[in-house]
């Protein structure tokens, strides 16, 4: 078991390394399509081994009603761009104070999910098929919180442009197999400098927009650039969220066991702050 | 000396058709920037409060005004791979029209369903892939019947009926929809049976159909009328002329309605038959003009004598028209009082064309042309003549006969008005054959219904809703709106609350119960909603889960069912008092509400239009007692009419109230020129103008002589109208029909009023008429 972790985590620290090398190359030879949205997809999903924030997220309708989430967010790296693990203790609403959420990410197949529901104390595997699906009611999709393998679509580089002040990509992504998600094309344009996505547009089957994300704020916390507020507009509905990351921190050294199913019902500290 | 535009115009006869002209091009122009409003929801105003509270109720709960319902019916039943293969490729296609709210429609693909199995709880769309197996299918079967939110909805209780509910976005045609929806079906083969339903279907139908047919209708009934005085006075140009002074006042108002910016709607669309049916009136004209013509054999004073004799009851009877429409001027529904004030305008404009344009034209005419026409008005030799002469003999002879059974035809007409059923469906304004009708009985049969009302119910304060005592409260009313038999089915976030019960407790069915705390409540909420479409939860409870809307799907579109709905829910508050607020709302309502408006207000239109018309014949006849003589045949056709409505157990809708007015206007001219001729008749004998009553002999020899005479022109103006709206009765809209049978009826009982009653009256009441003279 001791073996086991120690080599994972040498997994881990050498597949951030590489990251982290990939990173500082000289930017020369421009890039491929495919080579932006990887590395965007572990600027965005794997910076550091673990990390934890506490997510403010406001669920905006159409008329101004708004509904406030309140979380705490730990993840937990087990392969950089692979498996990952992730904790989510809920502050608000209030009724649902102490209901946690674990997921367990594996590329190419479906994530496990475990719910502790307080009122019953009672901690429920729940099924997860659909990786599109909202996640804790927001315009925020499963994918969007933990991220959607970049082999999953085919990528085009289409343009360089800026987005604001910030020099970007725009890479196009076509879902290979298009039966099963909800969009049939996405533009992202990837920051040259970060490699963070300042903004991606969803269009559905109908090539109409329907999604907008923007990062709206972005922050170098412990050497790793973060977008610590972001919006998801669905603009059909006209219904948007926004998610805003504070008290974020990188490789605290959580351990993996944390990330399992007998810490739902009395998470520790580490998990809730 | 006094200027006169007849004298005038038969003087200068080519400027006025020239200036005629030039008029008529004017208005022309403002043609091109025609719009057109189709939606019937706009007799009522964006601002009216139905239309604001239905808006808020459907933003605070992401609701589409409009959905369109397409139902699959297998009758070996729908659970089998063949079908559910199509249901899965069509509502793919579906998915990609345009117009379509894609991210809410709800089939067996697309649906949430909420399920346990072996311990994993699972909130997912019912049918992701389409099962292959017999085990696979079973397992489909056992996931639909045991939700208690998918029977009746999405599938009927014999499994042989599925539906799939397709939301529209704001602003999209569900006609369009529709078609595109029936062109995606029409690919599958096999034996399945589709059927598309919904208001906005129909609604929208029925407003492009209602445009089509007044762009066919309107032109055939001109035609007919054309033919019709063809045959009446065997020359072309005058027949034309009398078509052209219609067409004239049609193009006069419209463009003045198009000038003054206002969209065509379904009510002003019938301007123009309505002014048609107005403009028949100018027979009385033309039918004195042949008579004077054969008398005098001069055509300019034949012209200038005829617009004499018939000048004042041609201007009263426009004047009562333009007034009775004027009326709806004043009523809250702005298309209505758009009506009124088109209509009345086109009046006007007839009334000033009856005496200038057409007495410009009649001197155009050969004189050898009317010769030969005016032979025939004789009469003395005229067979229609001598028929009119023996109906007001009987009533002059037998008065109190005639007056006896109408007393007692008034009687029972009274009866049937007290049966009369008030009711309006707009799916019934399509045939029954049709593919609307069938399309809503058929999903009404073997689904929840196709018509949506909504109950909001509104608690004190945030999360009021998620209190345990509040769920049972709501559960109950669902409970007890169920036993309405309109009511198909209804759901609310209380089934929601209880499924996810259910299935947390192992799927045991002692806990399809609402729980007992509020905690509980507010997880199981926050539970369906982490994986759940945000509709799902959306569409039933507010953000601050404050309010919550209970689905209450009614089985027919009727107006009443919503009533019934409504008033069921006072009687559930009222038996369980308790501090929440219960609202209605939804299409249903809304219809409701409309109907109810558009309705009554007409109906006000009318009983306002009555006392206007009856002040105006006063004025007329400067007699009181004249005035009432000449309202009882409009009196009595309009309660015969409707007595016969109530006794057919017709429902009084909106189409049959806004007719209403129309036969007011219409009814009134006939008395108006009968009475007038008549007057003008015994002042004209030298011993009536003399004597102060006049001796009965002579009462009755000039009603023979008015009826034989301008009573041809009332037969030939009720003959005209009938016979050109007669064809509305081939119509494929029920309305239509409607219309057709009720002007033809009308115009042709209240000629009959006019000529048999009148008579009879006067002759009864000559002591009371004759009183201090002649008026």
């Known amino acids: ?273 | 000396m006094k200027f006169s535009l007849v004298e005038f115009s038969v003087g200068h006869p080519k400027l006025v058709v020239l200036l005629t002209i030039i008029v008529t091009l004017a208005f022309m122009t403002q043609f091109p920037r025609m719009k057109t409003d189709t939606n019937p929801k706009n007799m009522l105003p964006a601002t009216s409060d139905v239309r604001v509270w239905n808006d808020e109720v459907d933003r605070t709960f992401a609701l589409y005004e409009d959905m369109i319902a397409l139902g699959i019916v297998n009758e070996k039943g729908v659970l089998n791979s063949e079908t559910l293969g199509k249901i899965s490729r069509i509502t793919d296609e579906i998915l990609k029209i345009k117009g379509v709210a894609a991210r809410d429609v709800n089939s067996f693909p697309t649906i949430t369903n909420v399920t346990s199995e072996s311990g994993l709880l699972k909130v997912a769309p019912l049918m992701p892939e389409v099962p292959k197996t017999e085990k696979e299918i079973e397992g489909l079967r056992k996931m639909l019947f045991e939700n208690p939110l998918f029977a009746n909805r999405i599938i009927s209780k014999d499994g042989k009926t599925t539906a799939i509910y397709v939301p529209l976005e704001k602003g999209a045609n569900g006609r369009d929809v529709a078609d595109r929806i029936r062109e995606i079906v029409k690919k599958e083969k096999g034996d399945e049976k589709y059927h598309i339903a919904g208001d906005p279907v129909a609604r929208d139908t029925f407003g492009a159909e209602m445009f089509k047919l007044m762009a066919i209708f309107a032109p055939i009934a001109g035609m007919v009328m054309l033919i019709v005085r063809y045959l009446m006075f065997r020359d072309l140009f005058l027949s034309v002329t009398l078509m052209m002074d219609a067409m004239i006042s049609i193009i006069w108002s419209m463009g003045l309605l198009i000038g003054l910016g206002f969209p065509i709607h379904i009510m002003s669309s019938m301007a123009p038959v309505f002014l048609m049916a107005v403009a028949t009136d100018s027979i009385h004209i033309f039918n004195e003009f042949y008579f004077r013509f054969r008398e005098s054999k001069d055509k300019k004073a034949a012209i200038i004598e005829t617009m004499q004799a018939v000048g004042r009851p041609v201007r009263y009877t426009a004047l009562a028209t333009a007034a009775g429409f004027a009326v709806l001027m004043f009523m809250n529904i702005i298309p209505v009082k758009v009506f009124g004030g088109l209509v009345a305008f086109g009046t006007v404009a007839l009334r000033i064309l009856s005496f200038s344009f057409i007495p410009a034209m009649f001197t155009f005419v050969k004189e050898k042309n009317i010769e030969r026409a005016a032979r025939g008005e004789d009469i003395s030799l005229s067979r229609a003549s001598q028929f009119l002469r023996g109906l007001a003999g009987f009533g002059a002879g037998r008065p109190t006969v005639t007056v006896f059974i109408g007393v007692v035809l008034g009687v029972a007409a009274i009866i049937g008005i007290t049966k009369i059923v008030v009711n309006n469906n707009m799916v019934e304004w399509f045939k029954e054959k049709s593919d609307i009708r069938v399309a809503d009985t058929e999903i009404n049969r073997a689904l929840g219904g196709t018509s949506t009302g909504y109950v909001v119910v509104i608690s004190k304060g945030e999360d009021g809703i998620k209190d345990p005592q509040t769920m049972r409260y709501i559960e109950g009313l669902q409970r007890h709106l169920e036993k309405l038999p309109v009511v198909g089915k209804t759901f609310s976030v209380v089934d929601y609350v209880k499924r996810i019960n259910r299935v947390l407790n192992d799927d045991n069915p002692r806990f399809d119960a609402v729980p007992e705390t509020k905690e509980a409540i507010g997880q199981y909420l926050f539970l369906f909603s982490m994986s759940a479409k945000p509709s799902d939860l959306n569409n039933v409870v507010d953000y601050p889960f404050s309010k919550a809307n209970i689905w209450v799907q009614l089985k027919t579109w009727d107006a009443r069912a919503m009533e019934e709905v409504i008033r069921a829910v006072d009687d559930y508050r009222k038996a369980r008092p308790f501090t929440l607020e219960l609202k209605p709302a939804g299409i249903a309502y809304f219809n409701l509400v409309w109907n109810h408006e558009v309705l009554w207000d007409m109906v006000k239109g009318f009983l306002m239009a009555l006392v206007v018309v009856f002040i105006i014949l006063v004025f007329n006849f400067r007699s009181f007692k004249w005035a009432v003589v000449s309202y009882v045949p409009l009196l009595f056709t309009i309660l015969l009419i409707y007595g016969v409505v109530g006794f057919s157990g017709k429902r009084f809708d909106m189409p049959i109230s806004v007719l209403s007015c129309l036969s007011l206007g219409m009814a009134v001219d006939f008395s108006i020129h009968f009475i007038s001729r008549f007057k003008q008749r015994l002042a004209e004998s030298p011993a009536g103008s003399q004597t102060v009553t006049p001796r009965s002999e002579l009462i009755t020899e000039s009603l023979l002589w008015t009826a034989a005479r301008p009573g041809k022109g009332i037969m030939r103006n009720a003959v005209l109208f009938a016979a050109s709206f007669a064809v509305m009765m081939f119509a494929p809209l029920t309305p239509y029909i409607t219309v057709g049978a009720f002007i033809v009826s009308m115009m042709m009982l209240s000629a009959l009023m006019t000529i048999i009653y009148l008579p009879a009256l006067i002759v009864l009441l000559r002591g009371w008429l004759f009183k201090g003279g002649l008026p």
């Open chain 1, 1 to 273: 078991m001791m073996v086991l972790r120690l080599r994972r985590a040498g997994w881990v620290a050498l597949g951030a390394s590489l990251a982290v090398l990939a990173l500082a190359r000289p930017v020369a030879a421009q890039p491929t399509a495919d080579e932006i949205m990887t590395k965007a997809h572990l600027a965005m999903y794997y910076a550091g081994e673990d990390m934890r924030a506490r997510v403010t997220m406001r669920l905006v309708s159409r008329d101004g009603g708004e509904r406030i989430r309140e979380l705490t967010m730990s993840r937990r790296d087990l392969k950089e761009g692979g498996e990952q693990r992730y904790f989510i203790y809920f502050h608000r609403p209030p009724d649902v104070r102490d209901m946690t959420f674990l997921v367990w990410k594996y590329p190419g197949r479906d994530d496990d999910r475990w719910l502790y529901i307080p009122a019953l104390k009672l901690v429920r595997r729940i099924a997860a098929s659909d990786k599109r699906s909202s996640f804790a009611g927001s315009d925020f999709s499963y994918e969007d919180v933990s991220g959607r393998e970049p082999e999953e679509d085919t990528h085009k580089l289409l343009r360089e442009e800026k987005a604001g002040e910030r020099s970007a990509y725009v890479v196009e992504s076509v879902p290979k197999e298009s039966g099963s998600v909800d969009f049939a094309r996405k533009l992202s344009w990837i920051d040259k400098a970060t490699w963070l996505p300042l903004k991606e547009e969803y269009y559905d089957r109908r090539g109409e927009l329907a999604r907008v994300f923007t990062g709206e704020e972005l922050k170098e916390i412990q050497g790793f650039w973060t977008v610590t507020k972001r919006i998801m507009k669905n603009v059909q509905t006209g219904h948007w969220s926004e998610a805003v990351l504070a008290d974020l921190r990188y490789n605290q050294k959580l351990s993996a066991d944390l990330f399992s199913e007998r810490y739902l019902r009395a998470p520790p500290a580490e998990l809730t702050r």
